[in-house]
């Protein structure tokens, strides 16, 4: 990402926000205990400077850098749990991941598991009402679906729009 184009306070949001990653990083057991994926954070922060208009990511910012505060805060205290990391991720950053889904960024939870468990509430009923007495039932639209899935996916590896949180 280009700097040039950037306003003084974008500079100062990513500045804040490399500052904050790096010290995160530093300390390992924190990144395997909240399960953090830094592509991904830096993928949000980088897309939240360019987006358009930049009135609606302001907030977004803030809860952003508010996530990187309470790790950095969990950083010297041991009562986290993973629970507690888990309810950081909920209350701060999905408001952020819902409202970039408007602009084609999805997680690998919505694209993959809706798709599997319709697949089978729908092999199921189809295995219940018609083929109750065969055994060998073969749910073939779920494995259909999860083929469409694992596409959706590479479409959005390759598009930089996937996020893995």
Known sequence: MTNEFLSEDNQLFLDEFYSM???IQKKKQVEKKAKINFSSLIRIAEFLVVAKPQSHTKIHKENLLKYLRELISS????????????????NILYPITQWMRKYGFRTTYEI??????FGILVDGL???????EY????????????????????ELEKEKKLMKL
């Open 21 to 23: 990653i790096n010290k």
């Open 75 to 90: 950083i010297n205290d041991n009562n986290y749990s993973k629970t507690d990391y888990l309810f950081l991720k909920g």
């Open 112 to 117: 993959m598991n809706f798709k599997i468990y």
């Open 126 to 132: 189809i295995w219940f009402l018609f083929y109750r």
């Open 135 to 154: 055994f060998y039932f073969v749910p073939i639209l779920t494995f259909i679906l999860i083929l469409i899935g694992l596409k959706n996916l590479r």
